[in-house]
């Protein structure tokens, strides 16, 4: 079964960009019919959907944003990554990979074990 | 954006109890509507999709019903391992979005 695994560093400097990848093991992500998503919770808050990427490339991020975001593939290695610019304290917060069927409906499953990323000087 | 409504925010219920949460979409989304569940420190765990369909593994005492704009999901017999906090999840347009979660805590 598809298993996906969340790397990257666990502080990040105010100002400073974050950076994170998803491996993905178990299936290709280039095996097409799903979205490669990010998702965010906020300590003892809600889930925050980021965005997606298509193995093709094709991408949709969400406006909270503000264009922050960029999420890349690299379909050699089986990952997708996330980078988030100008963090603030306010980026501090669990981040999840997850993978959504893209048809019929787009439903996340599965999901990675989550990474904590708080962003202090 | 779609606004995903929760309620109520928490409950306290004993095992053995019927357990319904529900779930309101600012604007109809058809069947559209995803149910998570989340325990401590893990990940979301993928329950009811397109309203009613129980996600391979699941126990079939959780059940979804809805459409529109107003969806519930059920534990017909709340078990131990089911004490954990319930999320919606409206794919209907982007930006996909996610109900601020309901609590389930033990009595």
């Known amino acids: 079964q598809v298993q996906l695994q969340e790397s990257g560093p666990g502080l990040v400097k105010p100002s400073q960009t974050l950076s994170l990848t998803c491996t993905v093991s178990g299936g290709s992500i280039s095996s097409g019919g799903y979205y490669w998503s990010w998702i965010r919770q906020h300590p003892g808050k809600g889930l925050e959907w980021i965005g997606y990427i298509h193995y093709s490339g094709s991408t949709y991020y969400n406006p909270s944003l503000k264009s922050r975001a960029i999420i890349s593939v690299d379909t050699s290695r089986n990952q997708f990554s996330l980078k988030l610019r100008s963090v603030t304290a306010a980026d501090t917060a669990v981040f999840y990979c997850?993978?959504?069927?893209?048809?019929?409906?787009?439903?996340?499953?599965?999901w990675g074990q989550g990474t904590l990323v708080t962003v202090s000087s | 954006d779609i606004q995903m409504t929760q309620s109520p925010s928490s409950l306290s219920a004993s095992v053995g109890d019927r357990v319904t949460i529900t779930c309101r979409a600012s604007q109809t989304i058809s069947t559209h509507l995803h149910w998570y569940q989340q325990k401590p420190g893990k990940a979301p765990k993928l329950l009811i999709y397109d309203a009613s369909s129980l996600q391979s593994g699941v126990p079939s005492r959780f059940s979804g019903s809805g459409s529109g704009t107003d969806f519930t999901l059920t534990i017909s017999s709340l078990q131990p391992e089911d004490f954990a906090t319930y999320y919606c999840?409206?794919?209907?347009?982007?930006?996909?979005?996610f109900g601020q979660g309901t609590k389930v805590e033990i009595k």
């Open positions: 997850a993978r959504a069927a893209m048809t019929p409906d787009n439903w996340f499953d599965p």
């Open positions: 999840q409206q794919s209907y347009n982007t930006p996909w979005t």
